[in-house]
């Protein structure tokens, strides 16, 4: 839902710059990213990567990044992605596969691709990995396209 700071930005009718406009809103509201100190590193139509660096405080009893942190930068790469046209979406399910723990001090990056967008749904892989290449998680979402823009005005009807 976008309140009216968001109603108030013209939306940009080229698709990357749309794209861009979208992701900086988006962001700008999202304080769970942003707690997590996640950082919005590209978004094109279709398309987000986001990375974000393992603290201390986000390991588990093994010394590695819990896996709920590696799920939520996933999530929110997707999140971007589904939403860089501007149309309001949601996750409508989502799995992930864990293939290497990530270490405190690792800079993850979570890589969204859209695969698949037919009329309100749409399919998107998130590949993680760390700042070496190393693969870390491979996620899979589903999307729902709902009412609503995150900026610019909607369109009557």
């Given at each position: 839902?976008?309140?009216?700071?968001?109603?108030?930005?013209?939306?940009?009718?080229?698709?990357?710059?749309?794209?861009?406009?979208?992701?900086?809103?988006?962001?700008?509201?999202d304080?769970?990213?942003?707690?997590?100190?996640?950082?919005?590193?590209?978004?094109?139509?279709?398309?987000?990567?986001?990375?974000?660096?393992?603290?201390?405080?986000?390991?588990?009893?093994?010394?590695?990044?819990?896996?709920?942190?590696?799920?939520?930068?996933?999530?929110?790469?997707?999140?971007?992605?589904?939403?860089?046209?501007n149309?309001?979406?949601?996750?409508?399910?989502?799995?992930?596969?864990?293939?290497?723990?990530?270490?405190?001090?690792?800079?993850?990056?979570?890589?969204?691709?859209?695969?698949?967008?037919?009329?309100?749904?749409?399919?998107?892989?998130?590949?993680?990995?760390?700042?070496?290449?190393?693969a870390?998680?491979?996620?899979?979402?589903?999307?729902?396209?709902?009412?609503g823009?995150?900026?610019?005005?909607?369109?009557?009807?």
């Amino acid at each position: 839902m976008r309140d009216d700071s968001q109603a108030a930005v013209q939306a940009p009718t080229d698709p990357q710059e749309l794209a861009a406009t979208v992701g900086a809103a988006m962001y700008a509201g999202d304080a769970a990213s942003q707690g997590l100190q996640m950082r919005l590193e590209a978004i094109s139509p279709g398309y987000a990567r986001m990375s974000m660096r393992v603290r201390g405080d986000m390991l588990n009893g093994h010394r590695t990044c819990h896996g709920g942190f590696i799920f939520a930068l996933a999530d929110s790469a997707f999140a971007f992605a589904c939403n860089s046209r501007n149309q309001n979406t949601v996750a409508s399910g989502c799995t992930i596969d864990y293939l290497a723990p990530a270490y405190e001090g690792d800079v993850l990056s979570a890589e969204a691709r859209e695969r698949s967008l037919a009329g309100r749904t749409g399919v998107y892989d998130v590949a993680v990995a760390n700042q070496d290449g190393r693969a870390i998680a491979l996620f899979r979402g589903r999307s729902y396209r709902i009412k609503g823009q995150m900026v610019g005005q909607e369109p009557p009807g």
